[in-house]
């Protein structure tokens, strides 16, 4: 008979990732949630085949070529990083709904803390899940292109990234490059206007990228 395929046992404790945040930095990037490969690491954006890292400096939002190993070193670019949900997981349907509340909750308290001009939120189901606390309200059902939203998240932009997971088909590399250069561009963009609460209002003229979905 044939034997059963073999099945790789998860570690028994995956730890959370550290933030990498950073008074005064300009964009806080945020995951939905670790990876496994992250995990064990201890770095964000680990897996074999993302390209995150490779897009940073592709599209020139960093000076040099970067690896996983180097995301404790963003913030000396402007960058903080960190996940919407701390728990690791083989994929995203392993999440909660009360994770996604909390991770809300969590991620609003880290906006106020530091004060990013820019949240870039990486993959267009990461937004989806915030559009409803968004302000004003996103239509969470609707068509997301990627780059500026016209709203803000705890009184700061959203711009929305692709996933650059190996296994995200729905875009190319280099549309997912053109993201990322829409966003090196838009942080060299006039800065918004703040509202009479002291949050920042979305310009109005800033350009959005868009792509297949």
Excluded at 47 to 57: A, I, M
Excluded at 95 to 105: F, I, N, Q, S, V
Excluded at 129 to 156: M, W
Aim: glycine share 10%; aromatic share 8%; proline share 12%.
């Amino acid at each position: 008979m044939p034997r059963p395929p073999r099945v790789r046992a998860l570690p028994v404790h995956l730890p959370p990732l550290t933030d990498r945040i950073e008074k005064g930095v300009r964009v806080l990037l945020v995951g939905i949630n670790p990876g496994i490969r992250s995990s064990v690491t201890g770095h964000h954006f680990a897996g074999y085949s993302n390209r995150f890292w490779k897009l940073l400096f592709d599209a020139g939002l960093v000076p040099e070529p970067v690896t996983f190993e180097d995301d404790d070193r963003l913030p000396q670019w402007g960058f903080g990083i960190t996940n919407l949900v701390p728990r690791p997981t083989p994929g995203i349907g392993d999440l909660k709904p009360a994770e996604y509340a909390a991770g809300h909750a969590a991620l609003v308290r880290k906006i106020r803390r530091y004060r990013p001009v820019i949240v870039a939120l990486v993959g267009v189901t990461l937004f989806r899940s915030l559009a409803g606390t968004t302000e004003p309200p996103a239509d969470p059902r609707g068509a997301v292109p990627l780059g500026d939203q016209q709203v803000t998240l705890g009184g700061a932009r959203v711009f929305v990234l692709p996933n650059p997971s190996g296994r995200n088909a729905n875009y190319t590399y280099a549309e997912m490059l053109a993201a990322f250069r829409a966003l090196r561009r838009y942080m060299t963009g006039p800065p918004a206007p703040a509202s009479s609460d002291g949050a920042r209002k979305p310009p109005s003229k800033m350009k959005s990228v868009t792509g297949r979905r």
